[in-house]
Structure formats: C-alpha cells, structure tokens
C-alpha cells in the first residue's frame, strides 16, 4: 500500500512539468533581483519565492531568460533555501539546466509528501551567475520558452500546477564610454569655463557628434563655445537668448582622407563654454536627451552608424562671492574690543566654537589664526597697539584674499 501511494504521489508531481498543465490560483509571486555594472562585470540573480496564503507548496518549475548579446550565463545553481526545503535536507528532485538564453530549475520537495512550503517571503529558489557583455541596460524575466520541452513557470499545490504572478529585474549596464562635463568653481563677476570631453573606451573612432548642454541661465551666461578638437565642421546654435541650453553639432572630417576622426581608445576634449558669472549659487552642467529649436537629440556617429549614446557624467560650476567682515572681530558682532580676543583664545585653546568669519580672526594678517592675532588686540585695546589691518575701522572686503582664510563660506574658505 505504502508503495501504490509512493507512485501516485510520484506521478502526481511529475505532473507539474509538463507543458501546459495549469489549474490557476493566486497568493504566489515568483520575483528576480537585479544589479548594475559595467561590461565585464560579474553578479549573481536569485530567483524568489513569496506565498500569501497560496497554499502549501510542494514544488515548482521556472525559467529565467536573458538576452546574450546583453549578459552572458556563466552558471546556475540551487539556492540556499532550497537546499534546506525538505525539513532541514535538500530537495528528492531538483534539476536545473542553464542555456545561452538563461536557465531552468524543476523541484519536488518530497516525493511522499513529507515536505512543503507555507508562507514564506523571498524563498531563494536558484542563483544565476552572469557576466556583463553588453553595454545598455537589459532585463532579467521569468518565461516559458527554455528547454525541449519548454519549461512552465509554475508551482505545485496538492499535485495541482498552478501559475503564479511574476517579477523581473533590471541589470543597468554602465556603458565605459563617458561624455563629462568638467566641474569648477568661480568668484562672482569673474568669467569662467567648462570642457565638454569625451572618454572612447572601446567605441571605433567617431565621426560626428551632436551634444546638448544645459545650464543655470540665472547663475551663469554662455558667452562663447568654442572648437578644442579641430572640427572640419563645427555648428553651435544661438545661444545669445541666453535660454539655459547649448546645442553643438560637430564633424570631424568632410574630405578624404577621413583620418581626423575622434580616436579610440583616448579621452579627447571636444568643447569648452566660457561663461559670464551673474549670480551666487551651483549650476548643474547636464546633458539633456532633446534640447534646442529646433529641437535635437544627442548623437554620437561611426562611419554610417548611430552609436548607443555614452554614459552621461554632469559637471557643475559653483560661484561665490567674497564677504565682507571687520579686522579683529572675531565673535562678529560689529565691534573689536576684549571679548574678541576672549574668543580667539577660546577657539585655540579651549575647544571654544569656531569663528565665523576666519579671516576676521587673523588680525595680523599673515594668513594663519594663532595667539599672536588675540595679542594683537589686546596691545591694540589696551596698549596703544597698532590698529588691526584692513578692512578696518569699517566692514569691507579682504584687500589680500587667496591666503586660505575665508569669512563665511565665502570664496577663500573653499
């Protein structure tokens, strides 16, 4: 008897891995985890399990595709809780295949029914182990074409097949090829500049380039943008409305021999924007997929080919001001007297807060904070000592900045 219900139970499992055997419920999602990298890169994808109230689980089947150009399927193999599923022992039958497209895994629990799955979150089924060939973003999902015959995705409830709801993932590729723009910082009223550059880490040489380049338009002006790789050809649309964009079309080579192409292998200075300094503030430098009128996309062409456009790095430009502050007024409150010196001498030696305005402290101005600044103002106070040095007797603005001493973020503090 034990034996006739041994075979049934058997039978009633295999059941489960044929094609098209589906009863329906609910209650059971199949999910997958993602990743992110660069070509090249190696990570693992587990396949998990989650039952709400779907019923005991006696098994399941799946398969997980990939695309090949994309990701490459170095393995596959059980996953750790599957290896512990049958009470504390791996599963009576487990079986997983692993093709150029993705993998498949078949489990039975127990073929007498001595073990199931109640509910459960994040049940680790499989782990597929992937390097990284592409270099856009791809997707991981669960599917029934693997196999011969294909493979259901399916779990199993009192011998019964039924399908559960499932979720992929998303591997983002980071592609090695960088279009950056260059970060920096400038004083108010000061120009400035950014270099558009592009690294060609394994592209062939390029041809032609379209880029988009956007910008504050209330911290900063373009003022011009000019040719740093030698362009036989080098357009730039109307940028005096000053509108926050710049749109550069650009071609390296018209006549033959095309021999002046942007290389491979090299990083390579495309443009560089110098810029008008109009307000206190960070600009974000981005690369914007459409901009202009009319309006243009970003392009990067070899030979007759659009390229799958490079990793876009943004750069930035901060500008600051110079602020104006008081000779010997350390504890900033509009007067140089005793208390100033009271509170240098806290700053340096007894833990006291920082000043707020640096330079302030530095009533000697040789560039540095110490105890010969507060001795400066005690013999001025009380000695008919010299007089601290400008700015003084009047707030004003440091007459020798650059010496690393700031007064309140501004822009010696950076």
């Not at 093709?99 to 680790?124: H, K, N, P, R, S």
């Not at 493979?151 to 009192?158: A, E, F, P, Q, Y």
């Not at 601290?388 to 020798?400: C, G, I, V």
Request: glycine share 12%.
């Amino acid at each position: 008897m034990l034996r006739f219900i041994t075979i049934t139970l058997t039978i009633a499992m295999a059941v489960s891995f044929l094609p098209g055997v589906a009863f329906g419920g609910g209650g059971f999602l199949l999910s997958l985890t993602g990743s992110s990298g660069a070509s090249g890169d190696s990570f693992s994808s587990s396949a998990l399990l989650s039952n709400s109230g779907g019923g005991d689980v006696q098994g399941w089947s799946f398969g997980v595709c990939s695309d090949p150009a994309a990701l490459s399927v170095d393995a596959a193999n059980s996953g750790a809780d599957s290896e512990t599923a049958k009470n504390g022992s791996p599963p009576d039958f487990n079986q997983i295949s692993t093709f150029a497209e993705g993998a498949t895994q078949g489990v039975v629990l127990c073929f007498t029914g001595c073990a199931t799955i109640g509910d459960v979150t994040d049940f680790e089924m499989m782990t597929i182990d992937y390097t990284i060939t592409g270099s856009s973003d791809t997707n991981i999902d669960y599917c029934d074409s693997l196999g011969s015959p294909p493979v259901n995705t399916v779990v199993v409830v009192n011998g019964a097949s039924l399908p559960p709801a499932t979720t992929g993932a998303v591997v983002d590729i980071i592609n090695p090829n960088q279009l950056s723009a260059s970060s920096g910082t400038a004083v108010l009223g000061d120009g400035a500049s950014t270099t558009v550059s592009f690294n060609n880490v394994n592209y062939p040489a390029i041809d032609a380039v379209q880029i988009n380049l956007s910008y504050d338009n209330a911290i900063l002006g373009a003022s011009s943008v000019g040719d740093d790789f030698g362009f036989e050809s080098f357009l730039v649309q109307d940028f005096s409305g000053n509108t926050g964009e710049i749109v550069v079309g650009a071609i390296a080579d018209l006549s033959a021999p095309l021999d002046n192409l942007i290389p491979a292998g090299a990083e390579t200075a495309l443009f560089t924007v110098t810029w008008s300094t109009n307000a206190e503030g960070t600009s974000a430098l981005g690369f914007p997929a459409s901009a202009g009128s009319p309006a243009q996309d970003i392009l990067f062409v070899a030979g007759q080919s659009s390229l799958e456009n490079p990793t876009l790095i943004d750069g930035s430009l901060t500008v600051v001001n110079f602020n104006q502050f008081l000779r010997s007024d350390c504890n900033s409150d509009g007067t140089v007297n005793i208390a100033d010196g009271v509170y240098g001498i806290n700053y340096l030696f007894q833990g006291g807060a920082d000043p707020v305005c640096a330079d302030a402290c530095d009533s000697n101005d040789d560039g540095s904070i110490d105890a010969a600044d507060m001795i400066y103002i005690f013999n001025y106070r009380f000695l008919e000592g010299p007089a601290p040095l400008a700015p003084f007797p009047a707030a004003d603005l440091d007459p020798t900045p650059g010496d690393g001493l700031g007064c309140d973020g501004d822009a010696d503090d950076l």
